[in-house]
């Protein structure tokens, strides 16, 4: 099977008809969901996939359209399916997600720390890991919030997926000049100065060959009143499936 990739939400933070940028990343044995949002347990739901049917979890940053989910995910595992869902996340992360967003509310008397709920694999910057067969993460510090950490991905060494993250043209000709990116997934900001995301008019500046790999995510509730106005670029759609393979991407 190629491998496959379900956006469950592709809105920014503020968006509602759209639900929290986050994404499934299928192969033939191995379920993985990057980043678990507020609404992502309702994604998942319309989507008719169970909670149990995740085998990880791959966090990028904190915040609450990223991680907000992560209580209900954690819960379920325990007390509904009984084992553990494995939790990759950047190594400095992992103590500010367990005592900044999670502790709160899961701490008690037999859980104080991230490993009670999850089997825990900490990445480091540049190193890739592996996952499972046919699927393979690196971790990128990309710029977000000023003094905050936060991560974009290199997956299966020539995809390129943001994070949240501001507009970062050398770093995408870098790695397009290095990997031969066959396929970027990109955050926008379609109204407005990009400040903490890239926006529609940065990417744009980007050079012809490398909008011609690019697909937009993390878009506003009017995302469709900007369909024919985003050059080479296209949207990316929230629920539907994709097929990932040497010559690109395509619906199926």
Not at 27 to 36: K, Q
Not at 92 to 99: D, G, I, S, T, Y
Request: with cysteine; hydrophobic share 40%; glycine share 6%.
């Amino acid at each position: 099977m190629d491998l496959q990739l379900i956006m469950i939400g592709t809105g920014s933070a503020f968006a509602k008809q759209y639900f929290n940028n986050n994404s499934l990343w299928i192969t033939d044995r191995y379920t993985l969901l990057i980043d678990c949002g507020i609404t992502a347990p309702m994604a998942l739901h319309q989507l008719g996939i169970s909670i149990g049917d995740l085998d990880g979890v791959l966090i990028t940053h904190l915040h609450g359209d990223h991680v907000g989910g992560l209580e209900e995910i954690a819960f379920q595992f325990q007390f509904r399916f009984g084992r553990k869902l494995q939790l990759f996340i950047p190594e400095k992360l992992a103590e500010p997600l367990w005592n900044h967003c999670l502790r709160a509310g899961m701490e008690d008397a037999q859980h104080s720390s991230l490993e009670d709920y999850f089997d825990v694999h900490l990445l480091k910057e540049t190193e890739p890991h592996r996952i499972a067969d046919g699927l393979t993460v690196e971790i990128v510090r990309t710029e977000h919030i000023a003094e905050k950490l936060s991560y974009s991905l290199i997956i299966n060494r020539d995809i390129f997926y943001s994070a949240d993250m501001k507009f970062a043209p050398d770093l995408l000709t870098r790695l397009d000049e290095e990997r031969q990116l066959r396929l970027i997934l990109h955050d926008c900001q379609l109204h407005g100065p990009g400040i903490v995301h890239a926006s529609l008019e940065e990417l744009r500046s980007l050079p012809e060959h490398i909008r011609r790999k690019a697909w937009l995510m993390h878009y506003d509730d009017d995302m469709e009143s900007f369909i024919g106005k985003t050059g080479e670029m296209r949207f990316i759609k929230q629920h539907q499936r994709y097929a990932i393979d040497e010559q690109g991407i395509r619906e199926i």
